[in-house]
C-alpha cells in the first residue's frame, strides 16, 4: 500500500523558517518525481513544486523559488520542504505527493502550518 | 503561467442527476507531438486529500467509477458526472501538467440540492 505520511507542520512566527518532511513507503520511491501542493484555509490547490528522482530537476512555482526548497533523500525514502521567510499567506495545509506524467498520483494526508506571532 | 478558469464555481444537485464541470485553459494543452491533451480532474472530499480522478483529458485513474467522464480538446474541458451519487458531492479540481507551474483551477463545489 501506498503511503506518504508528512510531518513537521505547527505554528511558527512570521518571518521564521520551517522543514516539513514527508515520509514515503509502499512503493519504489526513488523511481518517482515527488511533489509538493499546498491549500490556504477555505481555498483551492497551489501547485509548490516537484523534484525528479536524482534530484538533478526541480521545479518551482515562481512565487516560491526563493523562499521554499524541495529535496529528497532516496536511500530514507523521503521528501522535504524547506520554508524560509514565512509569512501569513503561507498558512496553510501541504500536501506531498508522487507524480506520473506531471499528475500527482498519490498524496499524504497533509500536515498543516500556521503562520501566526 | 497557463491560467486555469472553472466553471461554475458551485452547483446544487440531485442525486441521480448528471452534472457537468467546465475548465478552460489559457492556451493550449494540447501536444502535438503525441497528440495528448495534459489535463487531469481531481475530487476533494471534505477533509480528505485530492484523489486524481482523470487523466489525459479522458483516461480514468484506476478504480475510478465510469460515471466520471472526462473530455475536450485544447483549451476547452469537461468533466461529466452522470447519475450523481451522495458520495460524489465534493470539489473537483482541473489541472495542467502542459507546462511547469502545474496550475489547478480555483475549484468546483458540488453540493446536494
Redesign the interface.
Known amino acids: 500500500e501506498v503511503k506518504l505520511v508528512e510531518s513537521g507542520g505547527g505554528l511558527v512566527q512570521p518571518g521564521r523558517s520551517l522543514k516539513l518532511s514527508c515520509a514515503a513507503s509502499g512503493f519504489s520511491f526513488n523511481d518517482y518525481w515527488m511533489g509538493w501542493?499546498r491549500q490556504a484555509p477555505g481555498k483551492?490547490?497551489?501547485?509548490i513544486?516537484?523534484i525528479n528522482q536524482d534530484s538533478s530537476t526541480i521545479?518551482?512555482?515562481?512565487s516560491l523559488k526563493d523562499k521554499f526548497t524541495i529535496s529528497r533523500d532516496n536511500a530514507q525514502n523521503t521528501l522535504y520542504l524547506q520554508m524560509s521567510k514565512l509569512g501569513s499567506e503561507d498558512t496553510a495545509i501541504y500536501?506531498c505527493a508522487s507524480i506520473i506524467?506531471?499528475?500527482?498520483?498519490y498524496?499524504?494526508?497533509?500536515v498543516m502550518v500556521t503562520v501566526s506571532s | 503561467?497557463i491560467v486555469m478558469t472553472q466553471s461554475p464555481s458551485s452547483l446544487a444537485v440531485s442525486a441521480g442527476e448528471t452534472v457537468t464541470i467546465n475548465c478552460k485553459s489559457s492556451q493550449s494543452l494540447l501536444y502535438s507531438g503525441n497528440q495528448k491533451n495534459?489535463l487531469?480532474w481531481?475530487q476533494?472530499k471534505p477533509g480528505q486529500?485530492?484523489?486524481?480522478l482523470i487523466?489525459?483529458a479522458s483516461t480514468r485513474?484506476s478504480g475510478v467509477p465510469d460515471r466520471f467522464i472526462g473530455s475536450g480538446s485544447g483549451t476547452d474541458f469537461t468533466l461529466t458526472i452522470s447519475s450523481v451519487q451522495a458520495e460524489d458531492l465534493a470539489?473537483y479540481?482541473c489541472?495542467q501538467?502542459?507546462d511547469?507551474?502545474?496550475?489547478?483551477?480555483?475549484?468546483t463545489k458540488l453540493e446536494l440540492k
Do not use: C, H, M
Request: hydrophobic share 25%; aromatic share 30%.
Open positions: 501542493v483551492g490547490l497551489e501547485w513544486g516537484e521545479n518551482y512555482t515562481p500536501y506524467r506531471g499528475t500527482f498520483d498524496w499524504g494526508q497533509g | 503561467d495534459y487531469a481531481y476533494q486529500s485530492p484523489k486524481l487523466y489525459w485513474q470539489i479540481y489541472q501538467y502542459y511547469t507551474p502545474y496550475t489547478f483551477g480555483a475549484g
